[in-house]
Nanobody, 122 residues
Framework: QVQLVESGGGLVQPGGSLRLSCAASGFTFSRFAMSWYRQAPGKERELVAAITTSGSSTNYADSVKGRFTISRDNAKNTVYLQMDSLQPEDTAVYYC???????????????WGPGTQVTVSS
């Protein structure tokens, strides 16, 4: 059974930090590119950060560059999102996303976690 379980969300003051974790099970984690998305109330879900299977390459939304860091530990089947200098506009539900496209085919596997709430407020 495929599972992605996020943890680490909560309430933090502006300027504070949080570290999100996403524990994966039920699939070969090391073969999947991983991403974090977020969705604020009344807004569309947006990509926050992404990391390749090996962790050698990362990508960030302009709004979080220099403040957030995505990383992964394939031995622990876990992806992380370190969030520093948090601002009220970072308030959202944060989702973990796993994706694998099978080479030379149109087959794609993708999974979402249920999300974890991050609230930045004084």
């Amino acid at each position: 059974q495929v599972q992605l379980v996020e943890s680490g969300g909560g309430l933090v003051q502006p300027g504070g930090s949080l570290r999100l974790s996403c524990a994966a099970s039920g699939f070969t984690f090391s073969r999947f590119a991983m991403s974090w998305y977020r969705q604020a109330p009344g807004k569309e879900r947006e990509l926050v950060a992404a990391i390749t299977t090996s962790g050698s390459s990362t990508n960030y939304a302009d709004s979080v560059k220099g403040r957030f860091t995505i990383s992964r530990d394939n031995a622990k089947n876990t992806v992380y999102l370190q969030m520093d200098s948090l601002q009220p506009e970072d308030t959202a539900v944060y989702y973990c996303y796993a994706r694998r496209s099978v080479v030379l085919t149109t087959t794609t596997f993708e999974y979402w976690g249920p999300g974890t709430q991050v609230t930045v407020s004084s």
